[in-house]
C-alpha cells in the first residue's frame, strides 16, 4: 500500500499482513527535494554486481564431512498439464544455486547460508530478462549473534509421528524445514547427509506445491557452477551503463 503524489513521488509504504491486515512495516518520507538529477546519481553503483564470490583459495566454513556436494534435479508433481517444473539445485559447502524452469521461465537463487548474499534474476515466460536482485549485508557482531540464535532455534525437526519414504532407492525421513513459521509450514524428506528428495509447501494446512527428485548426483561442486551465469552480472544487460 502507498502513498503518491500527484508527480508520482511516494510519500509512504505499508506492507500488510494479508490475513489479518495488521502493518507489518511501513516507511514515510521525511524530505522531498524537487531538483534535476544526473544519470550517474540515480544509477546504481557498479560495484553492486561485483559479488565477492570466494575461489579455491579462500577458506570456506566448516562443513561437516557426511555434508557432500551434491547436484539435484527435482519435479513439480503438481504442476499443470503442459506446465512442467524443473528445479535444479547444486550445494558447495554454505553456498546454493537453484534453477527453476518452467517452458522459457527461468529463475535463478543463489544464496550463502548465513544470508551475507543472495541474489535473485527472473525471466518472463518469453525468456526475456526480467528482473535481478541483489542483497549483500555486511552484518554488525550483535546483528549476527541474532540471527545465529535464531538459526539454530529455526532448525528442521522430525515430523510427529515420525516418517519416512523412499525415492531413488534412497531412504530420507520428513523434517519441518520451518518450526518458527505461523501460517505456512514447509516439509522436507531428508536424506542422512541432507539433501532433499521430497519438499511439501503449506498455507494454513493447505498444500500448495510439492517436489520430488528425479535425479541426484553427489560430487566435488565448484564455485563457478554456483554463480550465476556472469552475463546476468553484466551492468551493460541492465542498461547501467
Given at each position: 500500500?502507498?502513498?503518491?503524489?500527484?508527480?508520482?513521488i511516494?510519500?509512504?509504504q505499508?506492507?500488510?499482513?494479508?490475513?489479518?491486515r495488521?502493518?507489518?512495516s511501513?516507511?514515510e518520507a521525511?524530505q522531498?527535494e524537487?531538483?534535476?538529477?544526473s544519470?550517474?546519481?540515480a544509477?546504481p553503483?557498479?560495484s553492486?554486481?561485483?559479488?565477492n564470490?570466494?575461489?579455491?583459495?579462500?577458506?570456506?566454513?566448516l562443513i561437516?564431512?557426511?555434508?557432500?556436494?551434491y547436484?539435484?534435479?527435482?519435479e513439480?508433481?503438481?504442476s499443470?498439464?503442459?506446465?512442467?517444473?524443473i528445479r535444479?539445485?547444486?550445494?558447495h559447502?554454505?553456498?546454493e544455486?537453484t534453477?527453476e524452469?518452467t517452458g522459457?521461465l527461468?529463475t535463478?537463487?543463489v544464496?550463502h547460508?548465513f544470508?551475507?548474499v543472495r541474489?535473485?534474476y527472473?525471466?518472463d515466460d518469453?525468456?526475456?530478462?526480467q528482473?535481478?536482485?541483489i542483497?549483500i549485508r555486511?552484518?554488525?557482531?550483535?546483528e549476527?549473534?541474532?540471527?545465529?540464535?535464531?538459526f539454530w532455534a529455526?532448525?528442521p525437526?522430525?515430523l510427529?509421528p515420525d516418517?519416512?519414504?523412499?525415492?531413488?532407492?534412497e531412504n530420507?525421513?520428513w523434517?519441518d524445514l520451518?518450526?518458527?513459521m505461523?501460517g505456512?509450514?514447509?516439509?522436507s524428506c531428508?536424506?542422512?547427509?541432507?539433501?532433499a528428495?521430497?519438499?511439501?509447501?503449506?498455507?494454513d494446512?493447505?498444500l500448495t506445491s510439492e517436489?520430488?527428485a528425479i535425479h541426484?548426483?553427489?560430487h566435488?561442486?565448484?564455485i563457478?557452477e554456483?554463480k550465476?551465469p556472469?552475463?546476468?552480472?553484466?551492468p551493460?544487460?541492465?542498461?547501467?551503463?
Amino acid at each position: 500500500m502507498s502513498c503518491v503524489s500527484d508527480d508520482g513521488i511516494e510519500l509512504w509504504q505499508k506492507s500488510l499482513k494479508s490475513s489479518t491486515r495488521e502493518v507489518t512495516s511501513s516507511a514515510e518520507a521525511t524530505q522531498i527535494e524537487r531538483r534535476p538529477v544526473s544519470t550517474e546519481d540515480a544509477r546504481p553503483p557498479r560495484s553492486v554486481f561485483a559479488l565477492n564470490w570466494p575461489d579455491d583459495r579462500d577458506t570456506l566454513p566448516l562443513i561437516a564431512p557426511e555434508k557432500s556436494d551434491y547436484e539435484l534435479v527435482m519435479e513439480q508433481t503438481m504442476s499443470p498439464p503442459g506446465r512442467e517444473v524443473i528445479r535444479t539445485v547444486r550445494r558447495h559447502g554454505p553456498w546454493e544455486f537453484t534453477e527453476e524452469t518452467t517452458g522459457k521461465l527461468r529463475t535463478i537463487h543463489v544464496i550463502h547460508d548465513f544470508g551475507q548474499v543472495r541474489s535473485t534474476y527472473e525471466t518472463d515466460d518469453s525468456g526475456a530478462r526480467q528482473s535481478l536482485w541483489i542483497d549483500i549485508r555486511v552484518r554488525t557482531p550483535a546483528e549476527q549473534e541474532r540471527i545465529d540464535a535464531h538459526f539454530w532455534a529455526a532448525l528442521p525437526r522430525p515430523l510427529i509421528p515420525d516418517r519416512t519414504d523412499t525415492v531413488l532407492g534412497e531412504n530420507c525421513r520428513w523434517f519441518d524445514l520451518m518450526p518458527a513459521m505461523a501460517g505456512g509450514r514447509t516439509s522436507s524428506c531428508l536424506t542422512k547427509d541432507g539433501i532433499a528428495l521430497k519438499e511439501r509447501h503449506f498455507c494454513d494446512n493447505s498444500l500448495t506445491s510439492e517436489w520430488t527428485a528425479i535425479h541426484i548426483t553427489r560430487h566435488p561442486i565448484t564455485i563457478d557452477e554456483i554463480k550465476p551465469p556472469a552475463e546476468l552480472l553484466s551492468p551493460q544487460i541492465w542498461a547501467i551503463e
